[in-house]
């Protein structure tokens, strides 16, 4: 007959070592400034920014949904090359940081917003805390 405790080992999800510490494997510290940053942090400074986008799109162009995104797109690209944040990243205490390769910073952005865009590499998470459009981009959000 088969037991409850056969079936845990799958069932319980992935195996994980309890003393691994996310983003070891990048190199990243495991606490303080340079670190991972927290799950609920990162999706807030998403929320922010589409917040923002959206109030510019209402007040310059009637609302209109495709300039929301082409904002939303254009800001993550050109904020994330030239300053390493969007805006909410910055105020939240959160950075954007290659953490593989010798890419310019232009092209990480650009495939990490790209990923950002279709929405189902952002909702993929590895052990290190790293959605797949991080990954795909050679990066990694930390705190600042």
Same mark, same amino acid.
């Given at each position: ?24 494997? !990048? *190199? &990243?510290?495991?606490?303080?400034? %340079?670190?991972?940053? #927290?799950?609920?942090? /990162?999706? $807030? ?46 105020? !939240? *205490? &959160?950075?954007?940081?290659?953490? %593989?390769?010798?890419? #310019?910073?232009?092209? /990480?952005? $650009? ?34």
């Amino acid at each position: 007959m088969i037991d409850r405790k056969d079936l845990g080992s799958w069932m319980d999800g992935a195996p994980t070592a309890e003393e691994y510490v996310p983003g070891s494997r !990048l *190199g &990243l510290p495991a606490e303080g400034p %340079g670190s991972v940053a #927290p799950i609920g942090r /990162r999706f $807030l400074s998403l929320l922010l920014d589409w917040a923002l986008c959206l109030l510019l799109s209402w007040w310059l162009l009637q609302g209109n949904e495709e300039a929301t995104l082409g904002l939303f797109l254009l800001m993550n690209v050109l904020f994330i090359t030239v300053f390493g944040a969007t805006p909410a990243q910055f105020v !939240l *205490g &959160l950075r954007v940081r290659p953490v %593989g390769g010798r890419s #310019p910073m232009i092209l /990480r952005s $650009l495939f990490r917003t790209f990923g950002l865009a279709l929405v189902l590499p952002a909702v993929f998470w590895n052990g290190d805390r790293q959605p797949l459009h991080d990954v795909i981009a050679g990066t990694a959000v930390v705190r600042a």
